[in-house]
C-alpha cells in the first residue's frame, strides 16, 4: 500500500481559501520562509505529489519543490474527463506528470494531454477516476509514498475510501468570513459519506505563527 500524507492549509473558519473562486495560493501570504521551507521539504520526502483537477484549474500549481534542497516528486493528477487547461504550468514545464483519467474522457482530450511532452495519461476508472485502482498501479510502478495536497472532492475520496495515512495540516491564523469558500472535505458524488473516523494528533509546533498538527489514524480501516 502507498502511504498516504494529505497537507493542506485550513483556515480558522475550516476553510481552504479564501473565497470561492480563490486560489489558495493567497494562504501562502500568512506565513514566512521558515514554514514554506519546511512544507516543501515535505513533498521532496515522497515520491509522488497529487491534487484534483478542480486545484489544477483554480490555482494552477506548480507542485515542485523549490523552496527546500531535494527531488521533485512524480505529479499525479485525477481528471475524470481529462478537461485541464493545457496551458497549466504542471502540463507545460518539462517536470513529468501523470493525468489520470476515466472511461468518461474523451479521446482528443486525452491525446492532447498525452502530446504533452512528460505527460503520461493513464486510464483508471469507468465514470470517475478509481483512486484505490491508481494506487495499486502506482505502486507497481515504484511509488511507495504520496502528499496529497486537496483540494475539497479529493480529500473527501480519499477519506472515503480509507487511504488516508498521515494529515497535517497547517492553520492559517484568519477567518475568511466566507460562507462559499470550499471546506476541508466536500463530497465529488451527491451522498457520498463514510463513518466517523479518529486521528491521533502525533505532532504539534508552530512556525511564522502558524500552528501544525500532523495526525495519523486511532484505527486503521480494512
Ligand atoms: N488550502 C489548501 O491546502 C488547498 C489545497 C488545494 C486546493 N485548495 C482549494 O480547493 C479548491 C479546489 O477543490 P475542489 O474540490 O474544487 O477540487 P479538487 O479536489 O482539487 O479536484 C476535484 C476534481 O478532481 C476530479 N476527480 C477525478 N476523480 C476523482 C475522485 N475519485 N474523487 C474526487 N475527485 C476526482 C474531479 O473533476 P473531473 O470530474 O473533472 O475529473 C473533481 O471535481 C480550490 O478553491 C483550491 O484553492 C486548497
Known sequence: MIEITTLSELTID???????????????????????????AQRALNDAI?????????????????????????????SSRAKLPLDAKLLNDGVPTLVAVSRMAEHADVAALAAKPNV??????????????????????GVKTMIVEGGSRLLHSLHQVGLVNRIIIKHIP?????????????????????????????????????????????????
Open 14 to 40: 475550516g476553510k481552504l481559501s479564501l473565497g470561492p473562486k480563490a486560489s489558495s495560493k493567497d494562504l501562502f501570504d500568512f506565513y514566512g520562509d521558515d514554514l514554506r521551507a519546511w512544507f516543501h
Open 50 to 78: 497529487m491534487v484534483g483537477s478542480g486545484t489544477v484549474v483554480s490555482d494552477d500549481p506548480e507542485l515542485t519543490v523549490r523552496h527546500a534542497p531535494g527531488p521533485n516528486p512524480l505529479r499525479v493528477i485525477p
Open 120 to 141: 503520461d495519461v493513464l486510464t483508471c476508472g469507468e465514470r470517475s477516476v478509481d483512486l484505490v485502482a491508481l494506487m495499486d498501479i502506482l505502486e507497481g510502478r
Open 174 to 222: 484568519v477567518i475568511t468570513g466566507s460562507m462559499q469558500a470550499p471546506s476541508y472535505m466536500h463530497p465529488y458524488e451527491p451522498g457520498d459519506a463514510f463513518d466517523l473516523t479518529r486521528w491521533r494528533l502525533v505532532e504539534c509546533f508552530s512556525k511564522s505563527g502558524v500552528a501544525v498538527t500532523i495526525y495519523e489514524p486511532m484505527t486503521v480501516r480494512a
